[in-house]
């Protein structure tokens, strides 16, 4: 593709068309192996710089990066390419001259201040108040909108409007404690008749359910909860009802839910005290389906409480899991896996190790 290409009249190579276009060689040849016309290639022209590809602009017959219209025009970098962004045409952006920004002006509501003075009036930073102007915002809508610049919503009460650290200081609060509690959905007026305690941590409330009055960490020791969970569920409007109805031992690895039994609701842990087993084995016999009943009626092995040795029917044989497992030429885990996840005996025999089964699986838990 050395050959020279006319175009507008002249005649170059495809160094010279790239170089004109601000484009690398390779891409220019790129674009014409893909038929591209001239007037797309010049169009859509990039320059690849640093790594970034940023887009020319054509204006009274010429292309340019944002930053040399910038310079042409007089401009600021960033005003330039926010005001291309905002919309306006290259006409008005060149039109419309640069002006010390922190010195001009503003009036509002009979006053006059620069951007620095209203910016800080409005809780805003100088930047972002600034940005709004140039995005042709009225006075009215940035202080109507404003908003602290570490994201905290300006908040009214009584009339009167300030931040969530103005709030805390008049209150008499620590701004950590207040925002915690606002966030947490206390009224503005529980807020402030609510004293902080030492170290500005939040009070003990203590909550009435079925005639008692204890603390949230209380409630969760009895509900079998996490304090954080239970505190959770609290503070999102959960009922006390619903909480204990709901209620989980913790995350992952726990049991969902508590569990009824003979007219008695406990945790996992509660009943394995109960029944006198280990509460991890009597995790493993519920997870597994086995029945309360059978849970409270077998007592766990001696050694370290581990579950008895069940014997398995197969074929006119009775076999302990490991034995199935050797005769199978399975690891002795892989077999428990399979048989506790509802496999039957004829799919274990007949799947290798690592071999997904075909067979249909029933995928209910033994009891």
Same mark, same amino acid.
Not at 236 to 259: A, C, F, T
Not at 348 to 355: A, Q, R, W, Y
């Given at each position: 593709?050395?050959?020279?290409?006319?175009?507008?009249?002249?005649?170059?190579?495809?160094?010279?068309?790239?170089?004109?276009?601000?484009?690398?060689?390779?891409?220019?040849? @790129?674009?014409?192996? &893909?038929?591209?016309?001239?007037?797309?290639?010049?169009?859509?022209?990039?320059?690849?710089?640093?790594?970034?590809?940023?887009?020319?602009?054509?204006?009274?017959?010429?292309?340019?990066?944002?930053?040399?219209?910038?310079?042409?025009?007089?401009?600021?970098?960033?005003?330039?390419?926010?005001?291309?962004?905002?919309?306006?045409?290259?006409?008005?952006?060149?039109?419309? *001259?640069?002006?010390?920004?922190?010195?001009?002006?503003?009036?509002?509501?009979?006053?006059?201040?620069?951007?620095?003075?209203?910016?800080?009036?409005?809780?805003?930073?100088?930047?972002?108040?600034?940005?709004?102007?140039?995005?042709?915002?009225?006075?009215?809508?940035?202080?109507?909108?404003?908003?602290?610049?570490?994201?905290?919503?300006?908040?009214?009460?009584?009339?009167?409007?300030?931040?969530?650290?103005?709030?805390?200081?008049?209150?008499?609060?620590?701004?950590?404690?207040?925002?915690? &509690?606002?966030?947490?959905?206390?009224?503005?007026?529980?807020?402030?008749?609510?004293?902080?305690?030492?170290?500005?941590?939040?009070?003990?409330?203590?909550?009435?359910?079925?005639?008692?009055?204890?603390?949230?960490?209380?409630?969760?020791?009895?509900?079998?909860?996490?304090?954080?969970?239970?505190?959770?569920?609290?503070?999102?409007?959960?009922?006390?009802?619903?909480?204990?109805?709901?209620?989980?031992?913790?995350?992952? @690895?726990?049991? *969902?839910?508590?569990?009824?039994?003979?007219?008695?609701?406990?945790?996992?842990?509660?009943?394995?005290?109960?029944?006198?087993?280990?509460?991890?084995?009597?995790?493993?016999?519920?997870?597994?389906?086995?029945?309360?009943?059978?849970?409270?009626?077998? *007592?766990?092995?001696?050694?370290?409480?581990?579950?008895?040795?069940?014997?398995?029917?197969?074929?006119?044989?009775?076999?302990?899991?490991?034995?199935?497992?050797?005769?199978?030429?399975?690891? /002795?885990?892989?077999?428990?896996?399979?048989?506790?996840?509802?496999?039957?005996?004829? /799919?274990?025999?007949?799947?290798?190790?690592?071999?997904?089964?075909?067979?249909?699986?029933?995928?209910?838990?033994?009891?």
């Amino acid at each position: 593709m050395n050959h020279l290409i006319t175009y507008k009249g002249k005649t170059k190579c495809i160094s010279d068309w790239a170089k004109e276009f601000g484009l690398s060689r390779s891409t220019f040849r @790129g674009r014409l192996a &893909r038929d591209w016309p001239m007037e797309r290639i010049e169009s859509e022209a990039i320059h690849v710089r640093m790594g970034r590809e940023q887009k020319l602009i054509g204006y009274k017959g010429q292309y340019k990066t944002m930053r040399e219209w910038a310079e042409e025009f007089g401009l600021n970098y960033d005003t330039f390419r926010r005001r291309f962004r905002s919309g306006w045409s290259i006409k008005e952006i060149e039109s419309t *001259p640069a002006v010390a920004r922190a010195q001009k002006l503003i009036s509002y509501k009979g006053k006059k201040q620069n951007a620095s003075e209203w910016a800080k009036e409005f809780g805003l930073s100088f930047e972002t108040f600034y940005g709004r102007r140039e995005l042709g915002w009225s006075m009215e809508r940035i202080e109507s909108e404003a908003v602290q610049y570490s994201r905290c919503k300006l908040i009214t009460y009584k009339g009167k409007t300030q931040s969530s650290k103005q709030w805390a200081e008049e209150f008499g609060l620590d701004e950590n404690t207040f925002r915690y &509690r606002y966030r947490s959905g206390w009224p503005m007026k529980r807020i402030e008749s609510t004293p902080a305690t030492s170290g500005n941590r939040q009070p003990s409330k203590l909550i009435k359910y079925k005639g008692k009055s204890q603390s949230s960490k209380q409630w969760a020791e009895e509900f079998g909860l996490k304090l954080c969970t239970f505190n959770y569920r609290y503070r999102q409007g959960w009922s006390m009802k619903e909480i204990e109805k709901e209620s989980v031992n913790g995350k992952h @690895g726990r049991d *969902p839910r508590l569990i009824t039994y003979k007219g008695k609701t406990q945790s996992s842990k509660q009943w394995a005290e109960e029944f006198g087993l280990d509460k991890n084995t009597f995790r493993y016999r519920y997870r597994s389906g086995w029945p309360m009943k059978r849970i409270e009626s077998t *007592p766990a092995a001696a050694s370290g409480n581990r579950q008895p040795s069940k014997l398995i029917k197969y074929k006119g044989k009775s076999q302990s899991s490991k034995q199935w497992a050797e005769e199978f030429g399975l690891d /002795e885990n892989t077999f428990r896996y399979r048989y506790w996840s509802g496999w039957s005996m004829e /799919e274990i025999e007949k799947t290798s190790p690592g071999e997904k089964n075909t067979y249909q699986k029933t995928r209910k838990c033994r009891q």
